[in-house]
Structures are given as structure tokens and as C-alpha cells.
């Protein structure tokens, strides 16, 4: 396995030294693909919740799919999200990490 | 290194890093195929990453924020899990970190006929100490396999784990409280929240009979240690045979009520089509669309190869792993090294009780070179057994396929 070779396991023991700063970094350098109302996403989903929940999901989704999760995070869980910006995160949800047409 | 020697040293550093005061975020590098199976959504492969939070070992992460992180599979390769290693799930994200002593747990409501303020001492002190063993199963492991994927928390194998819960009966705190005669549901809330106010609040009930089971517990120790933060301390509900949804972290409030407790959590989710073969009802709680998850169905885990693995021509191959169901107690698991064309029942290890992980073994010498498709199936003592399609259902939960395993013989 991999773990026996020695340059992969001095890189493991070094990884087991990163700082706290690290991994709350992990959470900021979660990349979400780059298009239109990615700002819209950031801005509303990331109060309650970290982005990799969106790649998670993906790629199989297709709009109704999106369409219905974000019409939770609005009804039931609360999240103040106006109608615009509903319909901008549900366009870049579909055309970023939906199902392929 | 071997395996052993790794986690042990991965142990040994995590605990010289708290010591030491140092940062406890832990990352490491996942070997092929330990982020978990290829079905996956590639998404999920994709952001998933080795990574410890605070007092834990590296974990499968799932998600930061809220923690959801999954037990890789090689934990399982024994019969309980480390604490460091058990897995990680919330729903909220604001999960403050509870000081045991000034900890206290309230018992009262509608359908009691006192109340109680509780200390962790006060737990300890004035009701008698229990301990059992039992699954603690996410109602979704597993749910990133179904086929199409459903939306959620795109779980592999790794959302559970065996523990010694220790900790009084829930029944013991009910019965000082006192409860009156129409109590039909005890409601229990935890301290995590929403980090909205609106967000509902994640509160379970449960009917009043299997609260007052005698296995129903408030534990504060698991497998002999204090509860890590990341699992519920410092007392959670443990429900064994339920799934964890029930489990309650972080326990606040008791409350028994005289009518069907109506939060989001218990109308609006983890509820299921009634075709499943479970054999506890919720009544109170019951729909016509559909009925709330309780019993974990009968279930298996090969753990003793890893997908993709080559095995010797001529060796002694022990295929081994997990079974458990809801609490009827597995009692045969059968292991096929042909893909299912003919089966043999493999050796059942240990009995730590119809709750607990049952290991299973089954020695094996391949003989000819090229693929080797090797499962289990358990089966339980009121006659389940594993299915061999998963049932669908829009949630995702009760994934009990057969374990399947895709080895090359060399």
C-alpha cells in the first residue's frame, strides 16, 4: 500500500503537524467553480453552512433537484433569501454542479 | 508501516499534539479508495478529505461546517470503535462547548407530574450505573451508494460505530420525575442550535414506551472514557437498535407530552415508506404518506480487504467484518467468494450483546489468478436478511445491500 513508502509516510507525519490554522483555512479554500451568482451563494449559504455541501451533492441534481433544496434552506430552515437571489443561486447551482443534460 | 503501527502512531501524535497544546487539526494523506467507494457521487470524492477535528483522529470529511466526518473502514476491523475514530454528524452548526460541570439537564413538562434539575454529578450519584454495548448508525450510511443518489450527506460505509455506553437508565430519571398517566411522547433537546433563530431546533421525541425501555440510556461514558465533544458530551441518549437521529448529543431537556410532539425533525424528516421490515412502530408519529424511521435493519460490512486489493494465489484469505441489525441479534452470516452464485456460512466471533457489532470470519484459499468477488450477508434472529437491491426511498436511509467486495488474485 501506499503508506509503506517512506516519502509518503514522511509527508503523513509532517500533515500531522499543520495547525489549527490549517484545517479553518480548509474550510475557506473550498473552491466553488467560477460563474454567475457564485457571490449570491457565498453571501447567503455560507452563514449557516461551509460550500462543500454544494460539490457534495454533485454532479446530480437537475433543477427541480435544486430548486427544491434551496426552497427548504428558505421554508424551513429559515434562511432570508430574497426571490432574486433565490433564482441567481438556483441558475449557478444547475449550470456549476448539476446533473449533465 | 502497518496498519497497526500507523493508527497507533496517529494516536500517539494526536494525543502528544493536545498535550502539548499544539494545533489539534490533523490531515493525512487518503490511500486509493479510503474516501470511499467509487459509487460515490464524484462530487463527494471529490471534496472528501482526511482530516481531524479538535481530540479526533484523521476522518473521512464529509462536511466542515456543520462537522460531518465519517470512520474509515479499517476501524471496523475489530469489534469497537475508538472514540477518536467514531464518526461525526450534525445538522446545526453552532455547537458550543459544554462545561461538565456547569452542565445541567432539566426534566419536566405537560405530561410530568414533577421536575428535576440535574448535574452531571447529581446523574452519576443518585440512579445505578449501567453499561451495554450497541451500534450508534447514522439513518443515511450509506446513503451516497444509493443508485440514483438522493440528496443529503453523501455518506459511504463509515457514519457508525460500536461503543460501551455507560451512563443511567433514562427510565430510572423519567420515573423520579414522575410521569403522568397520558404521557404519550418524550421529547428531548440537545445544545446544538441553528445559527439562524428561525432554523428549527433539533429536537426528537420518542414514544413513551421505548423511552422506558430498561436499554434506553443517558450515557456520559463511552467505550470507558468521557463522551468526546464531537459525540454528544457530556450526556447524550443512547437508543440502542434505533438509529442515531434518536441519539440526542449534548442532552438539555427531557420533556414528556400528552400528543404528538409536531417539530420539523419529527414531521418533516426522517421518515420512511412503510415497506421496510422493521419491527418497532411509532404510532404517534404515524402518516398516511409515511411513518418515522426507528429500528436499523440487519446489516454487514466485509472489512478485512480493501476494494481493488491483490491477494495471493495460494494464501489463506480470511474474509471477516461486521454484522448488526436493530436488537433481534444476528445470528448467521453468509459469505459467497463467487459472487453470489453459492454461499457458506461464515464463523459469528464474540457475543457482545443483540445490540453490538457481531464480527463474522471466513477463511478462504483462492486458487485460481484474475478477479475474486467476495460478500457477506447477515441475517437476524427473527428471520431478516440482507437485501440484494437497495429499497428506495427519497431520504436515503436503510442501506442493507449486500457487502461486495472486487479483489485481483496474483
Avoid at chain 2, 30 to 37: I, S, V
Avoid at chain 2, 110 to 128: C, N, P
Avoid at chain 2, 383 to 408: D, K, M
Wanted: some cysteine.
Amino acid at each position: 500500500m501506499d503508506i509503506r513508502n517512506p516519502i509518503r509516510a514522511a509527508l503523513c507525519a509532517a500533515l500531522l503537524i499543520a495547525p489549527f490554522a490549517a484545517a479553518q483555512a480548509g474550510e475557506a479554500d473550498i473552491v466553488l467553480k467560477d460563474g454567475s451568482g457564485k457571490d449570491r451563494v457565498q453571501v447567503h449559504c455560507m452563514v449557516c453552512h461551509s460550500t462543500d455541501y454544494i460539490v457534495m451533492n454533485s454532479p446530480f441534481l437537475d433543477r427541480k433537484g435544486w430548486e427544491a433544496t434551496v426552497a427548504k434552506m428558505i421554508k424551513v430552515m429559515g434562511a432570508p433569501i430574497p426571490d432574486e437571489d433565490a433564482r441567481l443561486i438556483v441558475d449557478y447551482l444547475v449550470a456549476s454542479y448539476g446533473k449533465a443534460p | 508501516m502497518s496498519d497497526k503501527t500507523r493508527r497507533d502512531f496517529l494516536r500517539l501524535s494526536a494525543g502528544g499534539l493536545l498535550l502539548a497544546g499544539a494545533g489539534p487539526w490533523l490531515a493525512r494523506l487518503a490511500r486509493a479508495g479510503e474516501l470511499g467507494p467509487d459509487a460515490l457521487p464524484a462530487g463527494t470524492l471529490a471534496e472528501s478529505r482526511l482530516e481531524a477535528l479538535p481530540g479526533k483522529l484523521p476522518l473521512i470529511k464529509k462536511t466542515y461546517r456543520p462537522p460531518n466526518y465519517e470512520t474509515p473502514i479499517e476501524y471496523f476491523r475489530e469489534a469497537f470503535t475508538p472514540n477518536e475514530a467514531f464518526f461525526v454528524r450534525y445538522h446545526l452548526s453552532d455547537i458550543p462547548e459544554i462545561d461538565p460541570a456547569a452542565w445541567r439537564l432539566e426534566v419536566g413538562g405537560e405530561a410530568a407530574t414533577g421536575k428535576l434539575s440535574l448535574s452531571l454529578a447529581d446523574l452519576k450519584r443518585d440512579f445505578e450505573l449501567v453499561e451495554l454495548a450497541a451500534v450508534c448508525m447514522c439513518a443515511g450510511n450509506r446513503r451516497g451508494l444509493f443508485d440514483p443518489h438522493v440528496p443529503g450527506v453523501q455518506w459511504g460505509h463509515g457514519a457508525m460505530g460500536n461503543a460501551r455506553w455507560r451512563g443511567v437508565r433514562l427510565r430510572d430519571v423519567l420515573a423520579r420525575a414522575g410521569i403522568a398517566r397520558d404521557a404519550l411522547e418524550i421529547v428531548f433537546d440537545g445544545a446544538d442550535r441553528g445559527p439562524l433563530p428561525k432554523t428549527p431546533d433539533f429536537l426528537k421525541s420518542l414514544p413513551a414506551w421505548k423511552a422506558m425501555d430498561p436499554d434506553t440510556l443517558i450515557a456520559f461514558e463511552m467505550n470507558g472514557a468521557p463522551l468526546p465533544r464531537w459525540n454528544g458530551a457530556p450526556a447524550r441518549l443512547v437508543v440502542p437498535g434505533w438509529a442515531a437521529t434518536y441519539w440526542i448529543k449534548h442532552l438539555t431537556r427531557i420533556e414528556p407530552v400528552a400528543k404528538a410532539y409536531d417539530g420539523f425533525w419529527m414531521k418533516g424528516a426522517y421518515r420512511i415508506p412503510r415497506r421496510f421490515p422493521t419491527v418497532d412502530r411509532f404510532l404517534s408519529q404515524d402518516t398516511e404518506a409515511n411513518t418515522p424511521i426507528t429500528d436499523m435493519v440487519v446489516n454487514s460490512l466485509i472489512t478485512s480487504v480493501e476494494p481493488g486489493q491483490a491477494v495471493a494465489a495460494g494464501q489463506p484469505l480470511p474474509i471477516a467484518g461486521m454484522a448488526w441489525d436493530g436488537g433481534g441479534g444476528v445470528n448467521r452470516v453468509d459469505v459467497s467468494v463467487d459472487g453470489g452464485r453459492s454461499w457458506q456460512a461464515a464463523e459469528l466471533g464474540p457475543d457482545h450483546g443483540r445490540y453490538a457489532f457481531r464480527p463474522f470470519s471466513y477463511m478462504y484459499t483462492p486458487q485460481a489468478k484474475g478477479g475474486l468477488v467476495v460478500l457477506s450477508r447477515a441475517a437476524n434472529r427473527i428471520g431478516q436478511a440482507q437485501v440484494f437491491e437497495a429499497i428506495p426511498n427519497p431520504p436515503g436511509y436503510h442501506h442493507n445491500v449486500v457487502s461486495r467486495v472486487e479483489l485481483t488474485v496474483v
